[in-house]
Nanobody
Framework: QVHFVESGGGLVQPGGSLRLSCAAS????????MKWYRQAPGKEREWVAT????????NYADSVKGRFTISRDNAKNTVYLQMNSLKPEDTAVYYC???????????WGQGTQVTVSS
């Protein structure tokens, strides 16, 4: 049974930092690319960052490039999102996502709220 535990969200002032974690179980974590998405109120869910299953190659949305860093620890079945220089427009529910294209397999975390406000 696939299960995610997302943590690290909260309220932070503009310019501050947060580190999100997503601990996964129930599937072969190291075989999946891992992604972070976010969804702000009244908006569609948008992709934020990706880290490859092996080798750790990363990609970022232009809106977060240079401020956010995605990483993973395959020994702990956990993916992270370090968010620095946060802006009010980063306010959203953040979701982790596991994807294995060749297997046509995808899983979603339950989401964690990030609010950037003074």
């Amino acid at each position: 049974q696939v299960h995610f535990v997302e943590s690290g969200g909260g309220l932070v002032q503009p310019g501050g930092s947060l580190r999100l974690s997503c601990a996964a179980s129930g599937f072969t974590f190291s075989s999946y690319s891992m992604k972070w998405y976010r969804q702000a109120p009244g908006k569609e869910r948008e992709w934020v960052a990706t880290i490859a299953s092996a080798g750790g190659g990363t990609n970022y949305a232009d809106s977060v490039k240079g401020r956010f860093t995605i990483s993973r620890d395959n020994a702990k079945n956990t993916v992270y999102l370090q968010m620095n220089s946060l802006k009010p427009e980063d306010t959203a529910v953040y979701y982790c996502n596991a994807l294995r294209l060749l297997a046509g397999s995808q899983y979603w975390g339950q989401g964690t709220q990030v609010t950037v406000s003074s």
